[in-house]
């Protein structure tokens, strides 16, 4: 058997943790810039306000009903995440992290006749150790999981935030109340489609000949859906010691840019966030991609993003942020149009390989130790202290196209300046 563990609300409730207050009231949270409502909590999604809607659109009635509104606070949910994993890792001998606020479990030796017992601990020592409400799914597949775990979530009062679906009779019950729109991995355009042969629940599905699934529902992805909705498992668990073969950061600017050196500040500051994540992971980047987005036409109605991109292969693979940033500014510059207006920015590092493996060659020389103490220094006084307290000229000292966010709350666990106060 697996299990989804999935953290309700998560991001509104990092916020709760530090504001109590707010329990059972009605909790957003913004994405980047403010601009979408990202995270909900119940007495939110009561009062009808809408997942990813924007936030001006429904500003009248978050005022109405004094709903508490956050700007996405990353540092925040990044280590109330971590804390959250290392819970799971402690309690489950394999976990495999599967989003910001998700991990499966591989409950393979765990007695089936506790099962229901062993989750109901997950989440009670979940909740205790961090704070955060969990919900628990658990079935023979993951995708029945992911169904068993909305489920749990839709219905916490019922449910007590777990569900099992161990015999044929639960898996049945439980697909037959599921709209074949909210299986994991069907999509809005793929739901459509089902509809159109009268498919409309997770059970219609999965009475499905895994030959009409091959026909009609993308091939071997569609094969694979109706066998784990049939309790077959297709989709295993990812190892854990996995390292991402990519990173990306990009962002929205707070305001609309016309000059290069502003750009090229932003994406200097954006490599550095970006080669952070690639040392986290003891990784080095074998190629860089820098993409930027303008947006020519002055009327949001004709609103219209063109994006660019350039691409190159490092010539050795590298984890340094000087030299990540050097390499980037001729793309920059390639990219760049005279009287454009940019609206964003990102860049990709690639090909990443473990530090240990990077090829040297005669003409250069593995590079000092003292650049890698360098790097390992300053992430660790920008973790602690806060980010960019050191930075490379390159990434400017106005940042006047640094994205909005004013409602963040404070970065309580990860600042020494910032730490909570007990009055
Ligand atoms: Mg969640």
Redesign the pocket.
């Given at each position: 058997m697996k299990a989804i563990v999935?953290?309700?609300s998560?991001y509104a409730s990092c916020e709760r943790l530090f504001k109590p207050s707010l329990n059972n009231k009605p909790v957003v949270v913004l994405s980047n810039n403010d601009g979408c409502i990202v995270s909900r909590t119940d007495e939110a999604k009561a009062l009808g306000i809408q997942m990813a809607g924007p936030y001006f659109q429904n500003k009248k009635e978050i005022e109405q009903n004094n709903v508490a509104v956050f700007s996405s606070n990353y540092h925040l949910y990044g280590d109330m995440s971590k804390r959250v994993m290392d819970t799971l890792k402690m309690l489950s001998p394999a976990v495999e992290v599967y989003s910001v606020?998700?991990s499966f479990l591989d409950l393979a030796g765990i007695d089936e006749a506790k099962l229901y017992e062993y989750s109901l601990y997950l989440k009670h020592t979940t909740e205790l150790w961090t704070g955060i409400p969990v919900s628990v799914g658990v079935a023979p597949t993951k995708v029945l999981s992911k169904i068993a775990n909305r489920l749990a979530k839709k219905d916490k009062a019922g449910t007590k935030g777990v569900m099992i679906l161990q015999t044929a009779e639960q898996q049945m019950e439980a697909l037959k109340k599921t709209a074949v729109e909210d299986i994991w991995g069907v999509g809005y355009a793929n739901s459509k489609k089902l509809q159109l042969f009268n498919i409309n629940t997770a059970w219609d599905l999965k009475n499905m000949s895994e030959e009409w699934a091959r026909k009609n529902l993308g091939g071997v992805v569609g094969v694979r859906l109706i066998k784990e909705l049939n309790g077959m498992p297709c989709i295993e668990m990812k190892d854990p010691l996995t390292t991402k073969k990519m990173i990306a950061t990009t962002r929205m600017f707070g305001k609309r840019i016309y000059t290069l050196q502003e750009i090229k500040e932003a994406v200097a500051t954006y490599i550095s966030r970006a080669a952070e994540k690639l040392r986290r992971q003891n990784g080095a980047a074998g190629s860089l991609s820098i993409f930027l987005v303008s947006n020519n036409n002055t009327s949001y109605d004709q609103y219209a993003p063109s994006s660019q991109s350039a691409y190159i292969n490092l010539p050795i693979a590298t984890y340094l942020t000087n030299t990540l940033i050097s390499h980037a500014m001729p793309l920059v510059e390639s990219l760049f149009n005279e009287g454009g207006c940019y609206i964003k920015a990102g860049v990709i590092l690639g090909k990443i390989v473990p530090c240990e493996t990077i090829q040297y060659n005669l003409f250069e020389p593995e590079e000092k130790l003292f650049a890698k103490k360098l790097m390992h220094t300053v992430d660790n006084i920008n973790f602690s202290m806060r980010n960019d307290l050191i930075k490379f000229a390159r990434s400017g000292t106005t940042k006047n196209w640094k994205m909005r966010q004013e409602k963040r709350s404070k970065q309580f666990t990860t600042r020494w300046d910032e730490l909570f106060l007990v009055k």
């Open positions: 999935d953290c309700n998560f606020d998700e």
